[in-house]
């Protein structure tokens, strides 16, 4: 190979590396997890370690997905916090109360955060609503109807249940007494929403949507149908995490699920995903999922006060954006300079 050509060749890989909008993301995690690493010790690179971080990354992640997906294309979804609670609340009183079979539960639960998804994308895609107007208001609704249930059904604000051996294997389970089942569902949604992202069309379609909605309707692009698919889908990932979550802890509570409102949008942020819509990746999300998860745990390991982990995650969202619009701005340099 020339010299020439050798150039070209480091050029190219610069080229791409620099277009990717998960490199912060990745440079952001080396750096998180070196820091905690050498505060935590080896406590922090065992298996607790792991595991402690990897159980929240994977609760968050299945969320954090679909909702970067969502704010690829534009929009976002408020709701899911409130989604949580209301599916393991839904499983709890079926399967719980009720004592119908766990299969009527999970797909009770499920089925709450498909509706709610339907609804949220038809307010959208019907009306002038933003997204993020609509959803704040269909969160605090289905807390409402939520709480209502519980005090109707039980007189309380939580339901117990006690799962069947195969129900709490699937998906409630901890392996070898640390690792959450939970742990391999993400990595299973991981690779189905990075062939839907990355390897089918749906995935220009997603991008086309959150560049300019308009163009892509006029491109033939059904708009309308796949914003509703996307909200049913951040409806599914809400309501899976609340249905393993009734089945690791075996009670559904009425004000759980909060925090996976501003974490997941969080995680989608420090993965690259562009709040404006249109740029973003998979990877980047699970990079900012395993970041902001690590961040979460490392605090307690490192023994640090609790409140240096909200500066380090606010210090980490600002830094994303930062470096976010540092990589596109090299890349669009790059791109120039080729021509």
Known sequence: MTTQSSEQASGFSLGSLIRRPETGSLIGFIVVYVFFAILGGAVFLGAPGWSSWLNIAAEVGIIALPVGLLMISGEFDMSVGSVVPASSMMAAVLSGHYELPALVGILGGLGVGLLVGFVNGLIVTRTTIPSLIATIGMMFA?????????????????????????????????????????????????????????????????????????????????????????????????????????????????????????????????????????????????????????VNQGIFFASLDPNVGSIIIGALLLAAVLSNDTFRALAMNYATKKK
């Open 142 to 294: 289905v807390m409402g109807l939520t709480l209502g249930l519980a005090v109707l059904v039980k007189g309380s604000t939580s339901v117990s249940y006690v799962p069947d051996a195969t129900s709490k294997q699937l998906l409630g389970t901890f392996i070898g007494g640390m690792f959450n089942v939970s742990i391999f569902w993400w990595v299973g949604f991981v690779a189905i929403y990075f062939f839907v992202l990355h390897l089918s069309p749906l995935g220009s379609w997603i991008f086309a949507i959150g560049g300019d909605r308009e163009s892509a309707r006029n491109a033939g692009i059904p708009t309308n149908k796949l914003t509703i698919t996307l909200f049913m889908a951040s409806g599914f990932g809400a309501a899976f995490v609340g249905i393993a979550q009734v089945m690791t802890y075996q009670a559904a509570q009425v004000a759980g699920g909060q925090s996976f409102i501003f974490n997941s949008i969080m995680c989608v942020v420090i993965g690259g995903v562009l709040l404006t819509g249109g740029a973003g990746s998979v990877i980047g999300i699970l990079l900012g999922t395993m970041t902001f998860a690590v």
